[in-house]
């Protein structure tokens, strides 16, 4: 049986991450852009996150002005409630 690496990420712990990244372009400065970016990553440190923001300092004119990050683990324990009765409606 053959598994997906996504799937092996999230048996390691590994969460999806999306952040929501605001810069500023280059040639107007005053104007700000947004670029979603998502990932599977290991919050709370968000090695992944943190790798493709450094690359963006070095690499990309764009300064950052901002980046809200949203994480949730896709792999978690179900939510178990105890029925104290059952009633049957005809």
């Known amino acids: 049986m053959v598994v997906s690496s996504d799937f092996r990420l999230q048996l390691a712990g590994y969460g999806l991450t999306t952040a929501n ?4 372009l280059p040639d ?4 700000l ?7 599977y990553d ?11 923001l450094a690359f963006w300092r070095e690499r ?18 179900g939510i178990w409630k ?7 409606l005809n």
């Open 21 to 24: 990244i605001l810069y500023r």
């Open 28 to 31: 107007h400065p005053a104007i």
């Open 33 to 39: 852009q947004s670029y979603l970016w998502q990932q």
């Open 42 to 52: 290991l919050a709370p440190e968000f090695p992944e996150l943190n790798r493709f």
């Open 60 to 77: 990309l004119e764009g300064p950052l002005h901002s980046v809200e990050v949203a994480h949730k683990k896709l792999i978690s324990p």
């Open 82 to 88: 105890k029925v104290d009765a059952s009633y049957l």
